[in-house]
């Protein structure tokens, strides 16, 4: 990924203190249980983890935060500092009370948490504002974490957003509350579907309700995208128009953190160059590793490419489908364009990726019509193909590329393309001046040149040559 990235982190930090401890009896001066003390531990909150899951995949994070003048403040500074980050923007308020959480855990169960904090508005914003918007041409992006305790008022939160649009800079937000207002100009916010009916007045309990809901929180908040995490579902995005991005996720331990993590990925991608499509793809997959983990956790890349390989691996299989599931499919997908094109495929190489790639640039949706074994001897001779049509089909899905593989068994693709119908027909350069199959049933035909010296009858033969 990018190098070199900086992310400024604005909002509430805390500390989450967890008291492990083991239980065996109930008090006898109240019906409650006794907790023997095993040990402690601290980890950062709020904040502090979309800070943590930042450092994770590689960014240089600073943090502009209000807490308290007291030890648990102080704490919070040395465990950013300890992890990496910069504090020269964090402020300390004598009257405040730093934010901490305490949770008493027996026997793998919380028992109780207690919560010791401020969440009065902090008291000298202007110069907290000052301060921030005279470095913000440091940074690549700035993600705003909204938990409600006082730092990102109204006036924090709209001063930021005027000067980052101004620069350019993308500012993202994990929002509080149902008034949004004090978002309106952000890049994008990341409310779940509860936050969203909130914060719409809408019970979201469909797609027509979640179109609604999304497109609303755009025009309101005035968003460059509008975005809505939908839990086991994805996450939605509308821009132009609704897209859902399915989770990844296999097995879900705790869904802790699991916001933080989302808006970290988001953010980083963005200030890379991503676009917002690959950065939802990526915060999907980073989410999947992190519920997989037990407490607030965070997803580095590698943990990310490892998942990525192995979704790569069962799902390509699901790209092999019959005509009859192929024209269900694009029954539900009516905007999106749909490409075919065809072949043998017989030993695949760099000709045929290069001319995949292409033609899978055409449109929204490649399918690749494959010639089954049996079409390939007729067409080819009897010592052909090499490679079993289920094996040609498996290596075509592993492409990033290709959308969809169909088999089909006659010596043309004629019936497939009149049964699916597809936009764009994608056929080797070799055949201009010449008919194309299925043209007259569709628009476009687009000729491909092929790469010089590329096929497989050449590479079959030069196999036979050298064993000779």
Not at 299 to 312: K, T, V
């Amino acid at each position: 990924m990018a190098s070199d990235v900086k992310i400024l982190v604005v909002g509430d930090l805390m500390l989450d203190h967890y008291i492990w401890g083991s239980c065996d009896r109930i008090s006898p001066e109240a019906p409650v249980q006794v907790v023997k003390i095993n040990s402690e531990t601290y980890r950062l909150g709020g904040a502090g983890n979309v800070v943590a899951n930042l450092l994770s995949l590689g960014a240089k994070v600073s943090v502009a935060s209000v807490v308290g003048d007291d030890s648990v403040g102080n704490n919070i500074k040395n465990m950013l500092n300890d992890i990496g980050a910069k504090t020269n923007l964090l402020k300390f308020e004598d009257s405040r009370k730093s934010s901490i959480k305490s949770r008493v855990i027996a026997t793998h169960q919380q028992v109780v948490r207690i919560d010791s904090e401020s969440a009065e508005p902090i008291k000298d914003s202007k110069n907290f504002i000052k301060d921030i918007c005279e470095n913000l041409d440091r940074f690549n992006a700035v993600l705003l974490s909204d938990y409600g305790k006082g730092v990102l008022i109204s006036d924090v939160c709209q001063e930021i957003i005027k000067k980052c649009k101004q620069m350019q800079i993308p500012v993202l937000v994990d929002p509080k509350g149902s008034d949004y207002k004090k978002y309106k100009g952000a890049t994008l916010l990341t409310p779940n579907k509860k936050e969203a009916s909130e914060a719409t007045g809408l019970k979201i309990d469909s797609d027509e309700k979640l179109l609604i809901a999304i497109k609303n929180l755009k025009e309101t908040a005035e968003l460059k995208y509008s975005i809505i995490t939908i839990s086991e579902a994805g996450i939605a995005l509308f821009d132009d128009e609704l897209e859902i991005f399915p989770a990844e996720a296999k097995e879900v331990f705790d869904v802790t953190g699991a916001g933080d993590t989302v808006l970290a990925t988001l953010g980083y991608m963005l200030a890379s160059g991503a676009n917002i499509k690959e950065a939802i793809k990526m915060a999907n997959l980073a989410a999947a590793v992190v519920v997989g983990k037990i407490g607030s956790a965070t997803a580095n890349f590698a943990e990310i490419n490892e998942l990525l390989q192995d979704r790569e691996s069962i799902h390509y299989e699901k790209k092999i489908k019959s005509a009859d599931e192929l024209v269900e499919i694009f029954a539900h997908k009516e905007n999106k364009k749909i490409v075919f094109t065809n072949g043998c495929f017989d030993v695949l190489h760099a000709g045929h990726t290069k001319y995949l790639a292409k033609a899978r640039s055409f449109g929204d949706i490649l399918v690749v019509g494959l010639n089954s074994d049996t079409s390939v001897k007729r067409l080819k001779g009897e010592s052909r193909p090499v490679n079993s049509q289920d094996d040609r089909a498996s290596v075509l899905g592993s492409l990033g590329f290709v959308d969809y593989v169909v088999i089909f068994d006659e010596d043309t693709p004629l019936n497939l393309i009149t049964k699916l119908k597809p936009d764009v027909l994608v056929k080797g350069a070799d055949y201009a001046g010449k008919e194309v199959v299925g043209s007259q049933i569709v628009k476009d035909v687009r000729l491909v040149e092929f790469v010089d010296g590329k096929s497989t009858t050449s590479i079959i033969k030069r196999i036979i040559d050298a064993n000779k």
